[in-house]
Nanobody, 123 residues
């Protein structure tokens, strides 16, 4: 099973940018579609973005479409989430996930989760 570690979170002002990274260990990274989810206290995890095993297709939540970009580098076993034009409502803990399905069916196909990285956007 693949182990995932996120990094790149932090605090930014509205309109700013961040790039999250998710490093995977193990040789099975390329076998998985990869997702980003986010969660705020008291709510369930919300889907943000997904990318296929090949990197050829992506899928986004309507709330981030046009502002966030997911990508992957299989040579580095890493998936990225580039976030621009950040809004206060983007504040959350962001999790990457290895997924057996695409597009994601909620969390039904998730094989592994990272530990999360905090993103805080101030107005």
């Amino acid at each position: 099973q693949v182990q995932l570690v996120e990094s790149g979170g932090g605090s930014v002002q509205a309109g700013g940018s961040l790039r999250l990274s998710c490093a995977a260990s193990g040789r099975t990274f390329s076998l998985y579609n990869m997702d980003w989810f986010r969660q705020v206290p008291g709510k369930g995890r919300e889907f943000v973005a997904a990318i296929t095993r090949s990197g050829g297709s992506t899928y986004y939540a309507d709330s981030v479409k046009g502002r966030f970009t997911i990508s992957r580098d299989d040579a580095k076993n890493t998936v990225y989430l580039q976030m621009v034009s950040l809004k206060p409502e983007d504040t959350a803990v962001y999790y990457c996930a290895a997924d057996t399905q695409f597009p994601p069916r909620a969390t039904l196909g998730i094989a592994s989760w990272g530990q999360g990285t905090q993103v805080t956007v101030s107005s």
